[in-house]
Structures are given as structure tokens and as C-alpha cells.
């Protein structure tokens, strides 16, 4: 039966000559229309994986986030909410790559074997989509590499990755009955009721403009204002779904951050002083924004955001006296190479930072070993904050010897609640500031006048294989193709300031980025080390970045 399925499926969903998938930083991610063959793969894998852990839920969540409106992609999310584990990565592109069906078996077999997985475990899986047009022929090749492997399924349907994300996690703790429409209501009464009580004597009620992407971040934000109540006022922009090929169009978090842009579409919303944010398309990633007085663009990304959150935080534990000698909680932050000098430097002074790779999973990782509270922020906006059992334990169970250490302590337990301490959630991040915000007394000005940017700029350049660049130290240096870094140092040295090289793992390109003192210098200093990756991987001389 079981090998008869998978015939089936790969007669059904064959690779096509040349296609070669590879399971990057966010799972697989390229054009929709050629993932149908990875798609039923991936729903067999993830009923592997759930066997594998002991028939716990996993997560699949069919997205391809910032990316352009005709891409899509899929990754699978681990019992805990978490991605998948790192270890699995080389074998999801395996399975992917496979040519024919025996040489998918022979893969199979082997793989079954060496991970001593016992196919008797049930399997039990959740999954979601975004509101890409590739999206309901994707799940319906998921479903088939599910049914092959007789995992039972649970469809929650279109959402944003960081509600997937979430269920995973409480259809994997929970002890009630559930059905996944209670358990996103739950979601939403979670993060809104944490929020009320934290906004409770504020009085009026704020406005805030969000830049949804024209994704599934509109479909949630709009019920997430349902929950909010009178608490906070969302004005949502950017919202057309329906039109699926205006998704990340002009708009978006990722547009907003490497553009250094306002939307056309928000220009004639903003008005001086008001802040505003953008979502990505599956609305995990968040970058605030405003105009100053003079009118001028000017963006808080997710090094400001870490900046803020991390005050707010550790403000909390001291107030609430968990910062002595017996329960010291320890917070520090996580940030890639991405991350501005000013943000670093600003933060390295007041408490400790780790630098890590590109990808939530190494930020999360890294927070999650390295302290009691960890707060992590990708530039681009995508991160959130970990407490460890041990920190949530002296939370839940710390005695206040003061009323004002009292009112602390509810407010840090609120705002636990108010986080989705599984993944990214540009929701969840954009209720944390606004708590953030108010209870820190900071203006939006305020809050962007903590350190000042250094001018940046972040360059694609197009090569023939972005696998030979290859780097060490958290991708900060190259150590292939050899003697680049050294070409790259001796332009840093003339010219002041900071650059690294790193190949995508979402889109075939080699990404460049540079920072200096100066506008000026930041762009020069990109372009020219964008032109020296491009000299060392042999493209064509019309197309050299200039
Ligand atoms: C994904 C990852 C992020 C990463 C981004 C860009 O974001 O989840 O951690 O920063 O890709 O990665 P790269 O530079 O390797 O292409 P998203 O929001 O697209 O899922």
C-alpha cells in the first residue's frame, strides 16, 4: 500500500530535469509553481519527523514571507513551536532532490534506518498557508504525502506563520479537548487580554497605522483589532488579499527596511509624529517608522526594537527585585551581523550580546543557552524574547516585599504573556512596543534618539553559485572563495566603516552589506565590495553593481 501511495504521489508530482531544491534558512523557498514534488516530500518528512518525536504534533507552514507574489516556499516547525531541528535540514534536501521513485526508497529506507525511526508511531501533523495563489495546489500536495504516511492532519488553513508556530506548541502541551479554531481564538485572547491590563490606566486610546503587505497579516491584524477593543485603535492599510499580486508589492516590512523608505501607498496617511509599522507577508517580521517634524522618513527596524524591549525588560526585573543576588535573572540580547554598530555598541554597554548567523533559528537557539531572558531581533524585524523555564519559574514564584515591586512583577508576567515566545510575530512584537512605549514614558522620538543609526546600505549581487562564497564568525568574514576577504578588508581599511558578504539562503543571490559615518561612504563602500564579489564570480561586466 505504502509504496504503492508513494508512486503514486511521484508519478503525480515528479521533478522536473534541472530543478534542484535546497532547504535554506526559511525551508525551501523559490518559484510556487515549480514546489508541488517538494511539497508531498515535505508532507512524508513531516509525518517522519512526528514519529520520530514520539507522535507529537509538527508544523508545516507553506510561505514564502517577504518574497515576491509568484514565490512560495514551506518550512517544517518542531514540537516546541521551534524550527525544524538543523540536523534534519541535509535530509529534507535529499528527499527534495530525489530523481525516481527508487531512488526516493533507497533514500527512505536509509533514512528510516539511520534515525531509528519506528513507523508504527502515529503520526500527527498541523499546517497552514499564506494567501499566496500557489498556496491551495501546494497544500493539496502536502496532504497526499501525508496521506501516504497515514498522519492525521490538522488544516489551519490560511494564517500567519507565527500562529502556526504557536499551535504547534499548544496542541503539543495542551491537556483540554481542542479544535485549532479555539486554539487561535485562545491565540488572540492571549496576547489581547495581556495587553488590556498592561494599558489599563493609560486612559485614551492610541492610533496606529499598519502597512499589512496585502497578506495574511491584514486577515489577523483585523481580528487582533476585534480583541484589542477600545485598548489601541488599528488603522489597517495595505489590505487587499484578494489581489494576490500586490502581496510585498511597494509595501511590507522588507520593502520599508532595505529600501529605508515610507509605502507610496502610507504617504498621504502619516502624519508628523504618528507611528506607523509594516508587517511582511506572512507577518512575522516588524518595522516601526514615523516622520519627524521637519516631515522626514525616519525608520525604527528590529535593532531598535531589541534596544527598547531589552530596556523595558530589564527596567521590570529590577523593579520587581529579580535582579538581586539569590534569583538574579540574566538578560541579554542576540543579534547577526546585520545588526547597526550604533545598535551594538549602544547595547554591549548595558548588557550582554551575542553576534549569531542569519536565520531565527540560530538567534532563538542562541537566546534560549545563553540566558535567563533573551531577547532577539533579526535588523529586518524579525525576532521576540525567550524566557527560560527557570526565569518564568522565579517569576511565577518570586514573593515582592514592596507594592511598587508588586506592580512590577504583574506587569512582567503580563508581558509574558503578551510575547509568542515560539517565533517571530510582528502581532505580538507590535503589542510589546506599544506596551513598551508606554511604560517606559517614550515618545516615538524619544525611543529613536537612543542611538543613532549609522548610515547602511544592503546590495544583492546575481552570481552563478552563491555557494562558493562561504563564511566563518558568524558570517562576519569569508573564508571562500579565497582571498576575497582580504580584498574586502583593504577596502574597509581605505575607507572607514563596516562590510560583510554572505550568500542568501532564501534567494539566489550573495547578499552585501556595508556600513559607515556617512551616507556617502556606506553606498560607495557597498558598491564597491558588491563590484568585487561580482569581478570574483565571473559575471557578465554590463551587469556589475555601479
Ligand atoms: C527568512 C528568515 C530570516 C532571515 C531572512 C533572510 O525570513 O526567517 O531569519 O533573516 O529569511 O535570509 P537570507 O538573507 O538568508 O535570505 P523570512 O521573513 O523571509 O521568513
Given at each position: 500500500?505504502f509504496?504503492?501511495?508513494?508512486?503514486?504521489?511521484?508519478?503525480?508530482?515528479?521533478?522536473?530535469?534541472?530543478?534542484?531544491?535546497?532547504?535554506?534558512?526559511?525551508?525551501?523557498?523559490?518559484?510556487?509553481?515549480?514546489?508541488?514534488?517538494?511539497?508531498?516530500?515535505?508532507?512524508?518528512?513531516?509525518?517522519?519527523?512526528?514519529?520520530?518525536?514520539?507522535?507529537?504534533?509538527?508544523?508545516?507552514?507553506?510561505?514564502?514571507?517577504?518574497?515576491?507574489?509568484?514565490?512560495?516556499?514551506?518550512?517544517?516547525?518542531?514540537?516546541?513551536?521551534?524550527?525544524?531541528?538543523?540536523?534534519?535540514?541535509?535530509?529534507?534536501?535529499?528527499?527534495?532532490?530525489?530523481?525516481?521513485?527508487?531512488?526516493?526508497?533507497?533514500?527512505?529506507?536509509?533514512?528510516?534506518?539511520?534515525?531509528?525511526?519506528?513507523?508504527?508511531?502515529?503520526?500527527?501533523?498541523?499546517?497552514?498557508?499564506?494567501?499566496?495563489?500557489?498556496?491551495?495546489?501546494l497544500?493539496?500536495?502536502?496532504?497526499?504525502?501525508?496521506?501516504?504516511?497515514?498522519?492525521?492532519?490538522?488544516?489551519?488553513?490560511?494564517?500567519?506563520?507565527?500562529?502556526?508556530?504557536?499551535?504547534?506548541?499548544?496542541?503539543?502541551?495542551?491537556?483540554?479537548?481542542?479544535?485549532?479554531?479555539?486554539?487561535?481564538?485562545?491565540?488572540y485572547?492571549?496576547?489581547?487580554?495581556?495587553?488590556?491590563?498592561l494599558?489599563?490606566?493609560?486612559?485614551?486610546?492610541?492610533?496606529?497605522?499598519?502597512?499589512c503587505?496585502?497578506?495574511?497579516?491584514?486577515?489577523?491584524?483585523?481580528?487582533?483589532?476585534?480583541?484589542?477593543?477600545?485598548?489601541?485603535?488599528?488603522?489597517?492599510?495595505?489590505?487587499?488579499?484578494?489581489?494576490t499580486?500586490?502581496?510585498?508589492?511597494?509595501?511590507?516590512?522588507?520593502?520599508?527596511?532595505?529600501?529605508?523608505?515610507?509605502?507610496?501607498?502610507?504617504?498621504?496617511?502619516?502624519?508628523?509624529?504618528?507611528?506607523?509599522?509594516?508587517?511582511?507577508?506572512?507577518?512575522d517580521?516588524?518595522?516601526?517608522?514615523?516622520?519627524?517634524?521637519?516631515?522626514?522618513?525616519?525608520?525604527?527596524?528590529?535593532?531598535?526594537?531589541?534596544?527598547?524591549?531589552?530596556?523595558?525588560?530589564?527596567?521590570?526585573?529590577?523593579?520587581?527585585?529579580?535582579?538581586?543576588?539569590?534569583?538574579?535573572?540574566?538578560?541579554g540580547?542576540?543579534?547577526?551581523?546585520?545588526?547597526?554598530?550604533?545598535?551594538?555598541?549602544?547595547?554591549?554597554?548595558?548588557?550582554?550580546?551575542?553576534?549569531?548567523?542569519?536565520?531565527?533559528?540560530?538567534?532563538?537557539h542562541?537566546?534560549?543557552?545563553?540566558?535567563?531572558?533573551?531577547?532577539?531581533?533579526?535588523a529586518?524585524?524579525?525576532?521576540?524574547?525567550?524566557?527560560?523555564?527557570?526565569?518564568?519559574?522565579?517569576?511565577?514564584?518570586?514573593?515582592?516585599?514592596?507594592?511598587?515591586?508588586?506592580?512590577?512583577?504583574?506587569?512582567?508576567?503580563?508581558?509574558i504573556?503578551?510575547i509568542?515566545?515560539?517565533?517571530?510575530?510582528?502581532?505580538?512584537?507590535?503589542?510589546?512596543?506599544?506596551?513598551?512605549?508606554?511604560?517606559?514614558?517614550?515618545?516615538?522620538?524619544?525611543?529613536?534618539?537612543?542611538?543613532?543609526?549609522?548610515?547602511?546600505?544592503?546590495?544583492?549581487?546575481?552570481?552563478?553559485?552563491?555557494n562558493?562564497?562561504?563564511?566563518?564568525?558568524?558570517?562576519?568574514?569569508?573564508?571562500?572563495?579565497?582571498?576575497?576577504?582580504?580584498?574586502?578588508?583593504?577596502?574597509?581599511?581605505?575607507?572607514?566603516?563596516?562590510?560583510?558578504?554572505?550568500?542568501?539562503?532564501?534567494?539566489?543571490?550573495?547578499?552585501?552589506?556595508?556600513?559607515?559615518?556617512?551616507?556617502?561612504?556606506?553606498?560607495?563602500?557597498?558598491?564597491?565590495?558588491?563590484?568585487?564579489?561580482?569581478?570574483?564570480?565571473?559575471?557578465?561586466?554590463?551587469?556589475?553593481?555601479?
Amino acid at each position: 500500500g505504502f509504496e504503492n501511495e508513494l508512486r503514486k504521489g511521484l508519478e503525480e508530482y515528479p521533478v522536473k530535469p534541472g530543478e534542484k531544491f535546497s532547504y535554506g534558512t526559511a525551508g525551501f523557498r523559490t518559484l510556487g509553481d515549480t514546489l508541488e514534488s517538494v511539497l508531498f516530500k515535505v508532507g512524508i518528512l513531516a509525518a517522519l519527523r512526528s514519529k520520530s518525536c514520539g507522535g507529537k504534533t509538527i508544523g508545516v507552514m507553506i510561505t514564502a514571507s517577504h518574497n515576491p507574489a509568484e514565490d512560495n516556499g514551506v518550512k517544517l516547525v518542531d514540537p516546541r513551536g521551534e524550527m525544524l531541528d538543523t540536523s534534519w535540514e541535509s535530509h529534507a534536501t535529499d528527499f527534495a532532490n530525489a530523481p525516481s521513485l527508487d531512488a526516493f526508497i533507497a533514500i527512505l529506507e536509509d533514512f528510516i534506518r539511520s534515525k531509528q525511526i519506528s513507523l508504527g508511531t502515529p503520526a500527527k501533523v498541523v499546517y497552514a498557508r499564506d494567501t499566496r495563489a500557489s498556496g491551495p495546489k501546494l497544500v493539496a500536495a502536502l496532504r497526499k504525502g501525508f496521506a501516504a504516511m497515514g498522519a492525521v492532519a490538522t488544516d489551519a488553513e490560511v494564517t500567519t506563520t507565527p500562529i502556526l508556530h504557536y499551535l504547534v506548541d499548544t496542541i503539543n502541551t495542551t491537556t483540554q479537548e481542542w479544535n485549532v479554531n479555539n486554539l487561535i481564538e485562545g491565540y488572540y485572547l492571549k496576547l489581547s487580554n495581556a495587553f488590556k491590563r498592561l494599558l489599563a490606566d493609560r486612559g485614551t486610546s492610541a492610533h496606529l497605522l499598519i502597512d499589512c503587505a496585502n497578506g495574511v497579516g491584514a486577515l489577523a491584524a483585523k481580528k487582533l483589532d476585534d480583541f484589542l477593543g477600545e485598548s489601541l485603535t488599528l488603522k489597517l492599510k495595505n489590505t487587499s488579499v484578494e489581489s494576490t499580486e500586490k502581496l510585498n508589492k511597494d509595501c511590507g516590512a522588507d520593502y520599508v527596511k532595505v529600501g529605508q523608505k515610507l509605502p507610496p501607498s502610507l504617504t498621504s496617511e502619516l502624519r508628523p509624529g504618528q507611528r506607523g509599522c509594516s508587517l511582511d507577508g506572512d507577518a512575522d517580521r516588524l518595522i516601526y517608522y514615523y516622520l519627524d517634524d521637519s516631515g522626514k522618513f525616519r525608520m525604527l527596524d528590529g535593532d531598535k526594537i531589541t534596544t527598547l524591549v531589552a530596556s523595558f525588560i530589564m527596567r521590570l526585573v529590577k523593579d520587581a527585585g529579580l535582579d538581586d543576588a539569590e534569583e538574579k535573572i540574566k538578560v541579554g540580547v542576540v543579534q547577526t551581523a546585520y545588526a547597526n554598530g550604533s545598535s551594538t555598541r549602544y547595547l554591549s554597554e548595558r548588557l550582554p550580546v551575542t553576534c549569531v548567523p542569519t536565520g531565527v533559528k540560530h538567534l532563538h537557539h542562541a537566546a534560549a543557552e545563553r540566558y535567563d531572558i533573551g531577547v532577539y531581533f533579526e535588523a529586518n524585524g524579525h525576532g521576540t524574547v525567550l524566557f527560560s523555564s527557570s526565569a518564568q519559574h522565579k517569576v511565577a514564584s518570586h514573593k515582592p516585599s514592596t507594592a511598587a515591586q508588586a506592580t512590577a512583577l504583574g506587569r512582567l508576567k503580563d508581558v509574558i504573556n503578551v510575547i509568542n515566545q515560539t517565533v517571530g510575530d510582528a502581532l505580538s512584537d507590535m503589542l510589546l512596543v506599544e506596551v513598551a512605549l508606554y511604560h517606559m514614558a517614550y515618545s516615538v522620538e524619544t525611543w529613536d534618539k537612543l542611538y543613532s543609526d549609522l548610515p547602511n546600505r544592503l546590495v544583492k549581487v546575481k552570481v552563478g553559485d552563491r555557494n562558493a562564497f562561504v563564511t566563518e564568525d558568524a558570517e562576519r568574514r569569508l573564508v571562500r572563495p579565497p582571498g576575497l576577504q582580504a580584498k574586502i578588508d583593504e577596502l574597509v581599511r581605505r575607507t572607514g566603516g563596516r562590510s560583510f558578504v554572505r550568500p542568501s539562503g532564501t534567494e539566489d543571490v550573495v547578499r552585501v552589506y556595508a556600513e559607515a559615518k556617512e551616507t556617502e561612504a556606506a553606498i560607495d563602500l557597498a558598491l564597491r565590495v558588491a563590484g568585487l564579489v561580482y569581478d570574483e564570480a565571473g559575471g557578465d561586466p554590463a551587469q556589475r553593481p555601479a
